[in-house]
């Protein structure tokens, strides 16, 4: 029996998107995936956004097989196979030479592997960063590993060792060349400000103009601002933004998420040729943003912008319910069918006919698809209810009602 049970080792993870307020923008190594300055980031609750992903090794398997979203994708793809990689190497470092026969042979096995979004993988929410840190946590819990794992998820997207913690994270941009010390930590559990909330404006399911990948290198070529942003202005707004999160000062905290969110649209502007990420109801938004703000006085939403057009708005949950309201009226759902508002609860909200005057100036009816409403939550879970693994014990998905 116990070699029957040992062919099929099995473990399901699910991991959590990342929003940045401090952006990573450009590599100095593109293939170690090292940045050109560190970056800070929100993690964002896996109950309305995450990646399930299930990893199966069996003596039966005749080659490593890849699923994503229920389609058999690519799994030669260089950065899964960097992953696979570093973590089968880890595991034999960690068996230190002793030659556990079980893991060894878990090691020669072939691996089948499944993975799963909560949410649409075109909207431009950080599949990728929710999708790589799920690939390692599932890995390493099936190989045994246990070591700083950040780094390896860093090696399939840079944004994905962030994801490897919950609440507030800080990915180093580190000074060795190997990569050793360009590692993600975390800042602040998602426990330490119970109030702040996300509102993610989805404008359009579309694909990105620009992959990341490739926008991001011709702006280290090409954009002076670029090279004067990693140097000068990240590391001072990088200690400003963690005393703001430290002392839950949403005024600082806010202000400065708009301003480096602006900043780093100005160095795809500033790359030549230019990269646009921002549409017309991107800036529609802002604009509606800092007239919110203007008329209570105060900074109440901040808006973040990754590469692509949906808006992420920082708020506390106090004013959830009047700015949804105020968005619901700026961009009235083109039907009432499909949910508006989805994920945490929304309360209804009066206007004052002053308020109206003041925010909501004219009206773009159908421009935001929806709003989600979320909050920072916490890093990688092991999944334990064997209902909801994505493969079977014969390696192929498992038909899911």
């Given at each position: 029996a116990m070699a029957a049970e040992r062919a099929v080792a099995m473990a399901t993870?699910?991991?959590?998107?990342?929003?940045?307020?401090?952006?990573y923008w450009g590599?100095?190594?593109?293939?170690?995936?090292?940045?050109?300055?560190?970056?800070?980031?929100?993690?964002?609750?896996?109950?309305?956004?995450?990646?399930?992903?299930?990893?199966?090794?069996?003596?039966?398997?005749?080659?490593?097989?890849l699923w994503l979203n229920g389609a058999e994708a690519d799994v030669g793809h260089?950065?899964?196979?960097?992953?696979?990689?570093?973590?089968?190497?880890?595991?034999?470092?960690?068996?230190?030479?002793?030659?556990?026969?079980?893991?060894?042979?878990?090691?020669?096995?072939?691996?089948?592997?499944?993975s799963e979004n909560n949410f649409p993988t075109a909207a431009g929410l950080a599949s990728s960063a929710a999708g790589y840190a799920c690939l390692v946590s599932a890995l390493a819990r099936l190989y045994g590993v246990e070591d700083e794992l950040s780094e390896v998820a860093r090696r399939g997207s840079g944004s994905a060792c962030r994801s490897m913690w919950g609440g507030f994270v800080q990915w180093q941009r580190g000074e060795r060349p190997d990569g050793?010390?360009?590692?993600?930590?975390?800042?602040?559990?998602?426990?330490?400000?119970?109030?702040?909330?996300?509102?993610?404006?989805?404008?359009?399911?579309?694909?990105?103009?620009?992959?990341?990948?490739?926008?991001?290198?011709?702006?280290?070529?090409?954009?002076?601002?670029?090279?004067?942003?990693?140097?000068?202005?990240?590391?001072?707004?990088?200690?400003?933004?963690?005393?703001?999160?430290?002392?839950?000062?949403?005024?600082?905290?806010?202000?400065?998420?708009?301003?480096?969110?602006?900043?780093?649209?100005?160095?795809?502007?500033?790359t030549f040729p230019p990269i646009f990420y921002l549409n017309d109801l991107s800036r529609h938004i802002i604009s509606l943003a800092h007239r919110y703000n203007a008329h209570h006085g105060h900074?109440?939403?901040?808006?973040?912008?990754?590469?692509?057009?949906?808006?992420?708005?920082?708020?506390?949950?106090?004013?959830?319910?009047?700015?949804?309201?105020?968005?619901?009226?700026?961009?009235?759902?083109?039907?009432?069918?499909?949910?508006?508002?989805?994920?945490?609860?929304?309360g209804s909200a009066t206007l004052s006919q002053e308020l109206v005057t003041a925010v909501v100036t004219e009206p773009v009816p159908g421009a935001v698809q929806y709003i989600l409403h979320t909050k920072p939550g916490p890093g990688p879970q092991l999944v334990d209810d064997p209902s909801q693994h994505l493969l079977g014990a014969d390696g192929l998905p498992r038909c899911r009602a």
């Open positions: 993870c699910t991991a959590p998107v990342n929003i940045a307020v401090i952006k590599k100095r190594d593109t293939d170690l995936i090292l940045p050109i300055n560190s970056s800070l980031s929100v993690t964002l609750h896996q109950d309305q956004l995450r990646t399930t992903t299930t990893a199966v090794a069996s003596r039966d398997f005749t080659e490593d097989r260089p950065r899964v196979q960097a992953c696979l990689r570093e973590v089968r190497r880890l595991a034999r470092k960690r068996r230190g030479g002793s030659e556990d026969a079980a893991t060894l042979g878990l090691l020669s096995y072939k691996v089948h592997i499944a050793t010390d360009s590692v993600a930590l975390q800042v602040a559990p998602e426990t330490h400000w119970p109030e702040l909330r996300v509102l993610v404006l989805v404008v359009s399911g579309e694909k990105k103009p620009v992959a990341s990948t490739a926008g991001m290198q011709t702006s280290v070529e090409t954009s002076p601002l670029l090279k004067h942003r990693a140097e000068v202005v990240v590391p001072e707004r990088l200690a400003q933004m963690m005393r703001h999160i430290r002392e839950r000062d949403f005024e600082g905290f806010g202000q400065l998420a708009m301003r480096d969110s602006n900043q780093f649209h100005a160095t795809c502007l500033d900074t109440k939403v901040a808006y973040t912008f990754d590469a692509g057009p949906n808006a992420v708005i920082f708020t506390l949950d106090d004013t959830v319910d009047e700015f949804v309201e105020v968005v619901r009226r700026s961009f009235p759902p083109a039907t009432n069918g499909d949910q508006f508002v989805r994920g945490l609860p929304v």
